[in-house]
């Protein structure tokens, strides 16, 4: 695995509600999202546990915000989760991450950490 700012963040998974259709569960497809970490959220939405709160933090991140941090779950994160893209991993800004590491005191990412 090559380096990844997202190693040093976790800012996103302790900011936002990680929402996802039920189906991407794994008590109905098989290698899905642990559904002993999810909670129900709506008839067809689950939610990752800790996300839905007014201070979240997913139950899957592990580490130390801002420091050093890794998803227990990363092959079977849920499509949001898959979707986010950090500011500049693709060459593209996302203000949504920038405004994610701002609530944990970070700095905006920007093209040269990703070098």
């Known amino acids: 695995m090559s380096f990844t700012p997202c190693l040093l963040c976790g800012a996103c998974c302790a900011f936002y509600r990680a929402s996802f259709y039920w189906r991407e569960a794994d008590d109905i497809t098989p ?6 970490l999810t909670d129900d959220l709506t008839q067809t939405y689950r939610v990752m ?7 979240p933090r997913c139950v899957a991140l592990q ?3 801002g420091h050093s ?9 849920s499509t ?3 979707e986010f893209t950090p500011s500049y991993a693709d ?12 609530a944990h005191g970070l700095p905006p990412l920007r093209p040269e950490d990703w070098q």
């Open 49 to 55: 546990k800790g996300t839905d709160s007014a201070t």
């Open 69 to 77: 941090v890794f998803c227990s779950i990363y092959q079977r994160r």
């Open 91 to 102: 060459g593209q800004h996302n203000p949504r991450c920038d405004k994610a590491r701002a």
């Open 80 to 82: 949001p989760c898959r």
């Open 63 to 65: 580490g130390d915000i």
């Open 31 to 36: 290698g899905g999202v642990p559904v002993s």
